[in-house]
């Protein structure tokens, strides 16, 4: 009996996707993990005073009424 080269290809895809998805995850949760450290290190009342000049420069323009 023949077994279809389809189901094959697919159990060898889902076997490298489980395998190596940790592989992959690593380096996304150590840099997750350091911006943490950053943001933790740094007092909230400086980051809303950097979060309020960030706003103050990018913030969209008003439209004027014309009459």
Known sequence: M???PVIWSLIAAY???VGLWSAAATPIALVAAGLAVIVAAIPGP???AIAA???LR???ATKT???
């Open 53 to 55: 000049i960030v706003w």
């Open 65 to 67: 009424a014309t009459a």
């Open 15 to 17: 076997l490298l996707l």
């Open 2 to 4: 023949r077994r279809h």
């Open 46 to 48: 400086a980051l809303l």
């Open 58 to 60: 990018h913030r969209p």
